[in-house]
């Protein structure tokens, strides 16, 4: 009866190691252990034996019990350890799930970026209104009564309106600086805005000029700030959109609303200020206008330019797109094709 | 303008030990940007000056010459040259290999290489000046002639650059005309000079303004003040056309004119120096010794210079003689009347126009000349002195027996200058920092500001030149500081945050909320289209004409209308997109237009109507999913993006929609869009060829975000729910509505599965599946509970909507 015992153990203890995995193991299990096991064949024969017998025989068929209970559960960790949920074969190299394929417009992106550098700068949102009027365009902002900007050749007037002048000449507005007072008027000073938007210019399209393009203008009123405060804002908000500092210069420029007036030139990214094509060899790209907001344009906001002053800069979004992903056409911002579109997830 | 170097070293020596492009850099970064840098030395490479040592006969040409020329190098070169003017001993213009000339003066240049001409070796090639860009320089009597340097008494030196034997090495930097709108005094190299002279604090070399004194006057009359406000006459007799000295003609080169004859280039030449147009006529074609400054009479009539005819109307200034137009005042000169071959005598005209007239005028005949450009801008009176004098010394250097005959100066409106204000303490809060009283005194001193500094307060006085526009308020004063200093060199101040108030504008976030719902959770893409749309589209979206507001100047004939809506913006998208896509959604968020009044700033402003639109289109292939997908983007959008509920209604049917799938979105009892279909006349007037297209349009301006998050927390179920699927055949006129209405309030929960039709199922039927979740709040489900609602329910799905059990 030792001897068969002996054998059951040593056969069970092979059929453990070498069940292959987890439901191979539950059926040697079973086989073992189970209720027509060769074990409890033995276990119900202890009747029949005389009783040192009985004694030796049933200890041990517990022990071998046991044991193949702790060798199963040894084999089971063994086996889960190396377990995989897939049956069969799976193709590593098939391509994921498609996620939801849609996307923000480039610009878009970009603004939203500028839109959080500034908020966090504590600057408000705010829209104009597509069609503006001569008053809101031209007159507010200082431009001479013959400015050539005003012409037809520049920008797009309304039907009907075109020969009219100041609050009834109506246009789609040629830029956002407009806006500008229409917000002072409505909250007054001190104030910290942005106003992104798309104006509108009469010219000939190509790869560089567009007829509607967008601009990111911002602009502060306080008392007794210097222009050198500009700097730093311009400043912190490229760095906020490249993500690493960008040297920027500020030099002499012109504006019919602003007094000083400046240009501010940002390092071109693509050759490190050395100098390359996409800077015409300069080091230097302008990215945007700038300057102290000329008195007139305060008193067009009812506000006493011997009190308060400001600064404005407005950026080009369309030619900081084009810098962040090297778009060499900026009619495709108005394309509306998905195939240039969908590469901006 | 073209600023050269070698004319403004007349004004101002600037140290040897700055670059050029530093020179670029600091004139860009304080008063314009220049935008190149030439230096017009670049193309004479390889060009030098060659001595012919002996002609020869070419052994197969006749037409042909040997000449064995120094070039400065080892070894006699020998050179095949066809010029008329060979003659040993005198020195050439010769390009060596690798000199790039351009044949007969036109088309792209050549490179010159060794080789043989009939047979002959030749080194390189004996030019003529128009071959080497020399022809406006030294004009060739005929065309064979080649540049004989000794013959013109050119001193030189065997094989020197021919650019440095010529005055050539010139550097020019371009500035672009449009950056010095608001700057005319320095449309001259005087007055860049004197940038320059407060730049790096070098003195500047004035010029003598003095006039003529104790002539004879010759008669001028200006009938318009306003329009000319000084007028001098110089007669100027005992003058002939001739060539100009060759150092005048280089500069009038290098600063980009051409030049003409030595009466014309004085003008051009005082023009480029000193920024003062000039006019010189024959004296001879002056009618009644007298110059008249008026406006024109209707239907006078005047041949300019260019050969143009114009017909003059009285808003037209001329200058004229007793009878008749001589010149368009400030603009051109007449034809007839202008210096000729045969003038011996002329009148030199140094006036100054203002600008407005200028600029209608040149508008109005479209002739933009050096003198008007000038004008335009606005020049100072006092500036006409410098040209007089400029133009006078001129005459007495290049015509030594000239006779100044006569002399006038009328003289009725004077440029005051502008008197200005400004406080240091002004200057102080306004640069952010102190900058020293001497420093300021200083730089405006050297800009040509008087200044008198008393108690905190600099009382200035800005020179004439900048007084006609240009500076007019302490503002300015403060940037011509600023900017002669150099933005770079001001602390960075930084700016304060001020926590008075949060910023908090739920219409800003909700707008982008929108674009993010449809852009991340809906897979739309988000494009841009123009407001302009064309006529074909609007049309196809089913908007009349009068809807519209439109351009006077359009893009194009087609494309007049103004968007009110952006329905034709998303089939033009789709027309666009079908080539290449077959399933794809995109949405516009833009403003669209239409007939109204609207003020948004004040009353005195009237608008057409603007209202913010939020759009979006999912085309394909089957119609019905499309519908669903767009209904289920706005159905969501409400709970995604935190505003008040959406529903749906079918009230009020859209022009473009198809005429089975559409309803109006609604926000309470407003109507705020409209989903549908685009029909099928959409569809085909657009030019959607294969695919379909569902679109939503939704007027963002009449729905309300919510402050901030409003839904509660809801307890999670203490008992189990029970969630069963259930199958049921209805007739297809029973709407998910009344499937749903009739069983909503006996679930816990209640989804659409999915709608069937197909074999299995009859005629008219339709299978629809929906899943159930039951429960009780008190108490887990038995089994019999459970039976007894399934029951229920399906008892009431019976009775209500006539469904059986699949």
Not at chain 1, 313 to 323: A, F
């Amino acid at each position: 009866m030792l001897e068969k015992l002996e054998g059951i153990q040593s056969q069970g203890l092979e059929s453990i190691s070498s069940a292959s995995d987890v439901d191979a193991l539950e059926a040697v299990r079973k086989e073992l252990t189970g209720k027509k096991s060769a074990l409890q064949e033995v276990l119900k024969s202890l009747g029949g034996l005389d009783p040192d017998m009985r004694k030796s025989v049933g200890m041990k068929a517990n022990e071998i019990k046991n044991l193949f209970s702790e060798k199963i559960q040894e084999r089971e960790k063994e086996l889960v350890a190396v377990a995989s949920s897939v049956k069969g074969e799976l193709d590593l190299t098939l391509p994921g799930t498609a996620v939801a394929s849609g996307a923000l417009h480039p610009i878009t992106q970009m603004c939203y970026d500028l839109n959080d550098a500034f908020r966090s700068l504590g600057f408000e949102i705010y829209s104009e209104d597509d069609i503006s009027s001569e008053k809101y365009a031209f007159d507010n902002l200082n431009f001479a009564a013959d400015h050539p900007a005003r012409a037809s050749m520049d920008t797009y007037w309304l039907k009907g309106t075109e020969d009219k002048r100041g609050n009834d000449r109506l246009c789609l507005r040629p830029h956002l600086t407009g806006g500008s007072v229409r917000y002072l008027l409505q909250h007054g000073a001190p104030a910290r805005f942005v106003y992104p938007g798309r104006v509108y210019r009469n010219e000939t399209t190509d790869a560089r000029h567009e007829r509607a393009f967008f601009q990111y203008e911002a602009l502060i009123v306080d008392k007794d700030i210097s222009f050198s405060s500009g700097r730093v804002m311009i400043e912190t908000i490229l760095e906020k959109v490249f993500g690493r500092k960008v040297n920027v210069r500020m030099r002499e420029g012109f504006f019919p609303f602003t007094e000083p007036g400046y240009e501010i030139d940002m390092e071109c990214l693509l050759c490190g200020g050395k100098g390359c094509k996409a800077c015409n060899q300069a080091g230097w790209i302008e990215v945007m206008p700038g300057g102290v907001i000329h008195p007139n344009v305060l008193r067009a906001a009812n506000l006493d330019p011997d009190v308060w002053t400001g600064f404005y800069t407005n950026i080009g979004l369309d030619r900081l797109v084009m810098m962040r992903y090297g778009v060499d056409d900026v009619r495709l911002f108005h394309s509306a094709d998905l195939r240039f579109l969908e590469q901006f997830k | 303008m073209n600023i050269s170097m070698k004319f403004l070293e007349r004004y101002i020596d600037l140290p040897k030990d700055i670059s050029y492009d530093q020179i670029a850099y600091d004139l860009t970064m304080r008063t314009v940007e220049v935008e190149e840098v030439i230096k017009t030395a670049d193309k004479f490479h390889d060009i030098v000056v060659g001595e012919i040592k002996e002609v020869k006969a070419h052994p197969n040409a006749d037409a042909l010459r040997i000449c064995m020329t120094d070039v400065g190098e080892d070894e006699i070169k020998q050179i095949v040259c066809g010029g008329s003017n060979l003659t040993a001993g005198h020195k050439v213009c010769v390009s060596k290999p690798g000199a790039e000339v351009v044949w007969h003066g036109e088309g792209e240049p050549v490179v010159i290489t060794e080789s043989k001409l009939r047979g002959e070796k030749s080194y390189g090639m004996i030019c003529g000046s128009e071959e080497v860009y020399l022809g406006d320089i030294i004009v060739p009597k005929d065309e064979k002639e080649i540049v004989d340097f000794t013959e013109l008494g050119i001193e030189c030196e065997v094989g020197q650059n021919v650019a440095e034997v010529m005055g050539l090495d010139d550097v020019i930097l371009v500035v672009d005309n449009k950056s010095l709108s608001n700057r005319p005094d320095l449309w001259g190299h005087y007055g860049v000079a004197r940038e320059f002279a407060a730049i790096y604090k070098l003195p500047f070399k004035e010029l003598p303004e003095n006039l003529p004194e104790g002539l004879p006057e010759y008669k001028v009359t200006i009938e318009e003040p306003d329009r000319c406000p000084r007028f001098t006459a110089t007669k100027i007799d005992n003058v002939y056309v001739k060539e100009s000295p060759q150092w005048m003609k280089t500069l009038i080169t290098n600063a980009g004119m051409r030049p003409i004859n030595a009466l014309v280039d004085i003008t051009n030449f005082v023009l480029m120096a000193v920024g003062q147009p000039q006019h010189a006529y024959d004296s001879t074609h002056v009618k009644g010794d007298e110059i008249v400054v008026r406006l024109a009479k209707d239907g006078e009539q005047l041949l300019l210079l260019d050969e143009k005819d114009l017909d003059l109307t009285s808003d037209h200034l001329v200058i004229c003689d007793a009878e008749h137009p001589l010149n368009l005042a400030g603009i051109k000169g007449g034809k007839d009347d202008s210096v000729l071959d045969s003038t011996t005598s002329v009148i030199l005209e140094c006036a100054v126009f203002t600008a407005p007239g200028i600029r209608r005028t040149t508008a109005y005949f479209n002739e933009k000349t050096d003198a008007a450009l000038r004008y335009e801008k606005g020049i100072d009176t006092q500036r006409a002195n410098l040209g007089v004098n400029m133009a006078l010394s001129l005459f007495k250097e290049i015509y030594p027996d000239c006779v100044i005959s006569a002399f006038t100066d009328c003289y009725p409106v004077q440029t005051e200058k502008a008197v200005i204000d400004i406080t240091q303490d002004f200057l102080d809060r306004r640069l952010g920092e102190v900058v020293e009283r001497t420093e300021i005194e200083d730089i405006l001193t050297r800009l040509g500001y008087e200044v008198d500094y008393d108690n905190g307060t600099y009382h200035c006085k800005a020179p004439t030149w900048r007084s006609t526009g240009d500076v007019s308020i302490h503002d300015d004063i403060l940037g011509d500081i600023a900017r002669i200093i150099g933005y770079e060199y001001f602390k960075k101040q930084p700016l304060g945050i001020s926590f008075e108030s949060s910023v908090n504008q739920v219409k800003v976030d909700l707008a982008r909320k929108l674009k993010e719902y449809l852009a991340f959770r809906c897979g739309f893409n988000e494009i841009f289209t123009y407001p302009w749309v064309e006529e074909k589209y609007i049309h196809a979206a089913g908007i009349s004409d009068e809807d519209t507001i439109k351009l006077a100047t359009p893009p194009s004939p087609e494309q007049s209308m103004l968007r009110p809506s952006l329905i034709p913006g998303m089939l033009s998208a789709i027309v666009g997109n079908e080539r290449y896509f077959d399933d794809f959604c995109i949405f516009e968020s833009a403003q669209v237009f239409e007939p109204g009044e609207y003020h948004p700033s004040s009353d005195d402003e009237t608008l057409p109507m603007h209202r913010n639109y939020l759009s979006g289109a999912a085309a394909g292939r089957d119609a019905a999913p499309l519908f669903y997908k767009i209904k289920g983007a706005i159905e969501n959008m409400a709970s995604y993006c935190h505003f008040e509920e959406l529903t749906f209604a079918q009230n009020e049917k859209p022009k473009w929609v198809d005429e089975k799938a559409w309803l109006n979105i609604m926000s309470g009892s407003d109507k705020v869009g409209d989903i549908g279909l685009l029909s099928v006349v959409a569809l085909n007037d657009a030019g959607v060829k294969n695919l379909k297209a569902a679109a939503f349009e939704l007027d963002t301006d009449k729905i309300t975000p919510y402050p901030s998050r409003t839904n509660a927390f809801k307890h999670l179920p203490l008992y189990p729910l029970v969630e069963q699927d259930l199958s049921i055949l209805v007739d297809e006129s029973v709407k998910w509505a009344d499937i749903a209405g009739s069983i909503d309030k006996m679930v816990k929960e209640l989804k659409f599965v999915e709608e069937y039709r197909g074999k299995q199922i009859p005629e008219g039927k339709k299978s629809i599946m929906l899943s159930y979740k039951i429960g009780n709040d008190d108490s887990t489900m038995t089994s019999k509970q459970i039976e007894k609602k399934m029951g229920a329910i399906v008892n009431v799905l019976q009775k209500k909507v006539g469904a059986e059990l699949r």
